[in-house]
């Protein structure tokens, strides 16, 4: 993947004041918040083994 990772919100305090971390330890996908001077690190974990199926009633259900 050669393009970075964009959070839309903070996932602590909900506010959008980001910018990607410029620390030395911070690496790729670190971001830093500027509401509750935070950092994150966003990182894809993987794909669900059974996924989930949308319920006849709109909701999510897992198979």
Known sequence: MSERAA???CPYCGDEDLR???AADGGHGAWECGACN???RLKF???LAQ???RADNGGDDRT
């Open 51 to 53: 996924g989930l199926r």
């Open 45 to 47: 974990l993987g794909l």
């Open 7 to 9: 959070p839309f919100y």
């Open 38 to 40: 935070r950092a994150f």
């Open 20 to 22: 990607p971390s410029e």
